[in-house]
């Protein structure tokens, strides 16, 4: 599911529990966005900015962050199993109760 060709504009949006299995959301603007209990697994999120948005519970398995700015955003007890962030901005970022089982970083920038 390709959701933006270009830079889509979700700042503060409540996306909370929804199904973004797939999508692709390169270049988005989801600053502060609500994504809780959210279903993005398998989504692409390449210089997305993410920063401030809440991601608690979220299901991130196999998501592919790549420069993506996830500054001051709430990972708490969310599923990130194979994840992949490649230079992802993650000052602040709360990953507490997160499963970070094989996940990977790179190059992250504090």
Same mark, same amino acid.
């Given at each position: 599911m390709k959701l933006c060709s270009g830079k889509l504009t979700l700042v503060t949006a409540? %996306?909370?529990? @929804?199904? %973004?299995?797939d999508a692709d959301l390169s270049r988005a603007n989801l600053s502060g966005a609500n994504l809780?209990? @959210?279903d993005l697994t398998n989504a692409k999120l390449h210089d997305t900015n993410l920063s401030g948005a809440d991601l608690s519970g979220a299901d991130l398995k196999w998501v592919k962050f790549h420069n993506a700015d996830l500054s001051n955003a709430n990972f708490r007890g969310a599923n990130l199993f194979r994840a992949f962030l490649h230079d992802p901005v993650i000052n602040g970022a709360d990953f507490s109760g997160a499963n970070l089982k094989n996940a990977s970083f790179s190059?992250?920038?504090y």
């Amino acid at each position: 599911m390709k959701l933006c060709s270009g830079k889509l504009t979700l700042v503060t949006a409540d %996306l909370s529990g @929804a199904n %973004l299995t797939d999508a692709d959301l390169s270049r988005a603007n989801l600053s502060g966005a609500n994504l809780v209990d @959210a279903d993005l697994t398998n989504a692409k999120l390449h210089d997305t900015n993410l920063s401030g948005a809440d991601l608690s519970g979220a299901d991130l398995k196999w998501v592919k962050f790549h420069n993506a700015d996830l500054s001051n955003a709430n990972f708490r007890g969310a599923n990130l199993f194979r994840a992949f962030l490649h230079d992802p901005v993650i000052n602040g970022a709360d990953f507490s109760g997160a499963n970070l089982k094989n996940a990977s970083f790179s190059e992250q920038v504090y």
